[in-house]
């Protein structure tokens, strides 16, 4: 993001596409002149002279007089506002045509065209809210369910940036006393016990663990949890998007390797978004386009958080060694240990009725081995209720709605593995006796990476990495 004089001030649609109404958001030291320059209220008074927080009823006219639009306009003052600046919002009638002359208007009488982001980095510029929760408000924005919702809505509002304004205070005072101590080096005076220090330490270390244990539930409740359908062309992953979803989204056929490409889509359980990708079958073939397929499926297994194996029971049941071939599709996938796995057994209604008992010793045997197992028939819709409700209970939502903080930003979980591993340094050489300089220095490169995330360290770079994600008007 290109940085522009604070000074100006600036103008941009604040309000979504489609509706009735839009907002158009003024703010700077020059937002109220210009305002008044270009309106007339209705009360025959100046915006000049009225009051912060009042709504006044106005025409919105150009250089020559012409009404472009009524408008209803909400005057804020410094320093009670967004962005801690004079701030304007006309809420107008929605119309493209309108929302144009009115940016034109605002913009030839001394406003500039904001740029993306530029309000909410002035409302951190101005002491308003810190990093972490500039950002939440673009995730909050972005957020499609009520999972993500809480997340975002948590750290915008302060509890999540209390943690680390928590930690910084037990730091700093920590790195007080070691410095304290060595002013009076020379006089081998010990202020605090060695013990208490390293008690003080590992609280630190546990809090910064437990916040990075966070990111994996934080990261997937954001994004939505990744489900990857695999398996062997036909085993029934396209029927089992179609029957998850209740919608024919998959091109379903008996010839085997039709799914080439990566489909996905996404469906809510529980406030929570799950992105189900179909994938191409997995089998040594020669067809080009199909290799490409097969190579998406395992791109797509590897970011997945689940994997949903498919396995044709028919198939399964007919070869000497139904474990083996079992076996031998899980290991074909080379999993990282911390996939969740759901095999599903399907096809049950091809089966005869000995074959299912067959079957059901077989899903007993991975089931008791850990692997979450449902049986089911995706044609007749048997056994999706069971597979959801194994879906639901893998993510504990138990934290999203009491206030407990999530870390769901890459960004934050970057800066605090790099934190954690100062933390470690710092707790051998305390253990190690190590000069007191060069325990403070670790710490202090601790409370250089928590202050990365909330912004009491911060670079221009950084800045503008964030805000250009952040839509125009926010």
Do not use: W
Not at 72 to 94: K, Q, W
Not at 152 to 176: C, H, T
């Amino acid at each position: 993001m290109e940085m522009r004089d604070n000074n100006d001030t600036i103008v941009a649609v604040a309000s979504g596409v489609g509706g009735a109404i839009a907002i158009i958001r003024v703010s700077g030291d020059k937002a109220i002149e210009i305002c008044d320059s270009v309106t007339r209220c209705r009360s025959h008074k100046r915006l000049a002279d009225a009051k912060g927080y009042t709504l006044h009823y106005a025409d919105i006219v150009d250089e020559s007089g012409r009404i472009v639009d009524d408008v209803i306009i909400s005057l804020f003052r410094n320093p009670v506002s967004y962005t801690g600046e004079d701030m304007v919002e006309f809420s107008c009638h929605a119309s493209s045509y309108i929302q144009k002359e009115i940016l034109n208007i605002l913009v030839n009488n001394g406003a500039r065209v904001a740029l993306a982001g530029e309000f909410t980095i002035r409302a951190f510029l101005a002491g308003k809210l810190d990093l972490s929760q500039a950002e939440a408000i673009a995730d909050m924005i972005a957020s499609t369910d009520k999972a993500s919702h809480a997340v975002a809505s948590n750290q915008m509002r302060g509890g999540y940036s209390s943690d680390f304004i928590d930690l910084r205070s037990k730091l700093v005072e920590l790195i007080s006393l070691i410095e304290l101590e060595l002013d009076f080096s020379e006089e081998d005076v010990e202020f605090v016990d060695r013990g208490a220090l390293l008690n003080i330490l590992e609280q630190i270390i546990f809090k910064v663990d437990t916040l990075k244990s966070t990111f994996s539930l934080g990261n997937a409740l954001k994004d939505g949890i990744a489900v990857a359908i695999v398996g062997s062309p036909n085993a029934g992953k396209s029927t089992l998007l179609n029957a998850i979803l209740k919608d024919d989204r998959a091109m379903v056929s008996d010839i085997a390797g039709t799914t080439r490409d990566v489909i996905e889509e996404s469906l809510t359980l529980n406030d929570v978004r799950y992105r189900f990708l179909d994938t191409a079958g997995i089998r040594s073939t020669d067809d080009k386009l199909e290799q490409m397929g097969i190579q998406r499926t395992f791109s797509s297994i590897e970011k997945a958080q689940v994997v949903i194996l498919m396995i044709d029971s028919v198939e399964c049941i007919s070869v000497e060694s139904p474990q083996g071939y079992v076996n031998s599709l899980i290991d074909a996938l080379d999993l990282d240990s911390d996939k969740e796995v759901i095999l599903v057994f399907n096809k049950l209604d091809s089966l005869a009725k000995i074959e299912v008992e067959a079957m059901k010793l077989l899903e007993t045997t991975f089931s008791t081995n850990g692997y979450s197992v449902v049986s089911m028939s995706a044609k007749q819709g048997v056994g999706i209720d069971l597979l959801r409700d194994i879906l639901i209970d893998l993510v504990d939502t138990s934290k999203l709605y009491t206030g407990c903080t999530i870390v769901s930003n890459a960004r934050h979980y970057d800066a605090l593995n790099s934190a954690f591993k100062s933390l470690e340094i710092a707790k051998q050489s305390l253990i190690n006796n190590i000069s007191s300089d060069l325990l403070s220095q670790d710490l202090r490169e601790v409370l250089h990476n928590l202050g990365l995330i909330t912004g009491d360290i911060t670079t221009d770079d950084i800045l503008g990495s964030i805000f250009s994600k952040f839509c125009i008007g926010k």
